[in-house]
């Protein structure tokens, strides 16, 4: 029996090595790697840039923690802000962190409670964000749960304005629901948000753990909609690999977080932003964006023509995609692991396609013949 608990349904594969789009498994067998770790290996595996990055910090510092200066952190927090709403920048090192981090502040700067989420949300796995989450089966067994989150459906403006009272602090959601299925905000909802938040100085908080550092072809996936956030949350892609999360505020925010009031011992440790340094400095570049959204078009172009739009559905942006089937997928993503392409799931009926943002065409060719191959036979 396994020494771990198991809590992961684990594929049984054991990959050693990655170099780039592409994994290599304990046997010798190669995988194009579409799932990048979830969202997370940004520049593909093994990018040059970010393990020289570990390499020279590991030879200087590996940790000295928050109770001292940190101009490093403080380069990276810049970095993250430039041309953004935000001031502020605090360091964690999950994406549920950086969730529970907004939450705090969202209810101690607003002196209220209540935060409305959206169903098929996911927000991570602590008590808070776990309680912000609209899905069941994260939550089942656990309760009771935080009282002050109130969830309703993702794309329904009546029922978010009836959802509006004196007591909410905060709306937080994702501009893309990567986990809940890869569902797109209405433009029309994404305006009533911000004019509510407007009107009524509620805070909105924006999770981008999964579509932002650039997934989505922006740097973060707000900017390609009409939201006003005060506070968004990062990881995953932030650090390609290594552990960090973000979260950034406006200014107006700042003194809500004064010392003492937060913290995290591993937050914004010197290893995790010398790598997250060096991600940023690649994928907030202009051209590697274009090429980004290029590769996304490339993708979608071919996928269409690929596969019955009757039969499938293609969502997303950028490198964010789902592929919406009529059929359960789990099956289809463990044929696809079998011909040496990894997916993963979102939801029960939707392929999540998140290849490394540094994918090449010839790769994505692959991926779809593959994906043909299985998709269309079994039709
Ligand atoms: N928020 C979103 C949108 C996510 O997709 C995830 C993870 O999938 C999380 C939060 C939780 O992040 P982590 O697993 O790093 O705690």
């Given at each position: 029996m396994s020494t771990l608990f198991q809590n992961y349904a684990r594929r049984p594969v054991h990959i050693v090595n990655g170099q780039g789009t592409i994994v290599t498994d304990d046997q010798g067998k190669e995988y194009l790697d579409f799932t990048s770790g979830i969202a997370v290996v940004s520049l593909g595996h093994a990018h040059p840039a970010i393990v020289e990055a570990l390499k020279q910090q590991s030879e200087k510092l590996w940790h000295i923690s928050n109770l001292f200066a940190s101009p490093e952190q403080e380069q990276l927090a810049a970095a993250l802000v430039t041309d953004t709403p935000f001031g502020q920048a605090f360091f964690c090192n999950s994406g549920a962190e950086a969730n529970e981090a907004a939450i705090k502040l969202a209810r101690r700067h607003t002196k209220k409670n209540i935060i409305i989420t959206f169903e098929q949300s996911f927000h991570g796995r602590t008590f808070g964000a776990m309680s912000a989450t609209g899905q069941d089966k994260v939550r089942q067994g656990f309760g009771p749960l935080l009282e002050t989150f109130r969830t309703i459906p993702y794309n329904d403006k009546q029922q978010l304005e009836a959802a509006i009272d004196e007591d909410v602090a905060a709306i937080m959601l994702e501009a893309i629901q990567g986990e809940g299925g890869v569902n797109q905000l209405d433009p029309d909802v994404a305006q009533a948000i911000t004019d509510i938040c407007q009107e009524k100085g509620i805070l909105l908080i924006i999770d981008e753990v999964q579509t932002g550092i650039s997934r989505t072809g922006t740097r973060y996936a707000y900017e390609q909609t009409n939201l006003q956030p005060d506070i968004i949350t990062l990881a995953k892609?932030?650090?390609?690999?290594?552990?960090?999360?973000?979260?950034?505020?406006?200014?107006?925010?700042?003194?809500?977080?004064?010392?003492?009031?937060?913290?995290?011992?591993?937050g914004g440790n010197p290893l995790a932003v010398a790598v997250a340094q060096a991600v940023i400095n690649i994928v907030f570049e202009d051209e590697f964006l274009q090429q980004v959204q290029r590769t996304s078009d490339y993708l979608i172009d071919k996928l269409q023509a690929t596969l019955p739009q009757d039969q499938f559905a293609i969502r997303g942006e950028g490198l964010l995609l789902g592929i919406v089937c009529q059929d359960e997928v789990a099956p289809i993503i463990q044929q696809a692991e079998a011909a040496g392409l990894?997916?993963?799931?979102?939801?029960?009926?939707?392929?999540?396609?998140?290849?490394?943002?540094?994918?090449?065409?010839?790769?994505?060719?692959?991926?779809?013949?593959?994906?043909?191959?299985?998709?269309?036979?079994e039709k």
């Amino acid at each position: 029996m396994s020494t771990l608990f198991q809590n992961y349904a684990r594929r049984p594969v054991h990959i050693v090595n990655g170099q780039g789009t592409i994994v290599t498994d304990d046997q010798g067998k190669e995988y194009l790697d579409f799932t990048s770790g979830i969202a997370v290996v940004s520049l593909g595996h093994a990018h040059p840039a970010i393990v020289e990055a570990l390499k020279q910090q590991s030879e200087k510092l590996w940790h000295i923690s928050n109770l001292f200066a940190s101009p490093e952190q403080e380069q990276l927090a810049a970095a993250l802000v430039t041309d953004t709403p935000f001031g502020q920048a605090f360091f964690c090192n999950s994406g549920a962190e950086a969730n529970e981090a907004a939450i705090k502040l969202a209810r101690r700067h607003t002196k209220k409670n209540i935060i409305i989420t959206f169903e098929q949300s996911f927000h991570g796995r602590t008590f808070g964000a776990m309680s912000a989450t609209g899905q069941d089966k994260v939550r089942q067994g656990f309760g009771p749960l935080l009282e002050t989150f109130r969830t309703i459906p993702y794309n329904d403006k009546q029922q978010l304005e009836a959802a509006i009272d004196e007591d909410v602090a905060a709306i937080m959601l994702e501009a893309i629901q990567g986990e809940g299925g890869v569902n797109q905000l209405d433009p029309d909802v994404a305006q009533a948000i911000t004019d509510i938040c407007q009107e009524k100085g509620i805070l909105l908080i924006i999770d981008e753990v999964q579509t932002g550092i650039s997934r989505t072809g922006t740097r973060y996936a707000y900017e390609q909609t009409n939201l006003q956030p005060d506070i968004i949350t990062l990881a995953k892609g932030l650090g390609g690999g290594f552990p960090i999360g973000a979260m950034l505020g406006t200014k107006a925010l700042a003194e809500s977080f004064g010392p003492g009031t937060h913290g995290t011992t591993f937050g914004g440790n010197p290893l995790a932003v010398a790598v997250a340094q060096a991600v940023i400095n690649i994928v907030f570049e202009d051209e590697f964006l274009q090429q980004v959204q290029r590769t996304s078009d490339y993708l979608i172009d071919k996928l269409q023509a690929t596969l019955p739009q009757d039969q499938f559905a293609i969502r997303g942006e950028g490198l964010l995609l789902g592929i919406v089937c009529q059929d359960e997928v789990a099956p289809i993503i463990q044929q696809a692991e079998a011909a040496g392409l990894l997916l993963v799931q979102a939801g029960t009926h939707v392929i999540r396609l998140l290849p490394p943002l540094t994918v090449t065409n010839e790769e994505i060719d692959k991926a779809i013949a593959i994906l043909a191959s299985i998709l269309l036979d079994e039709k």
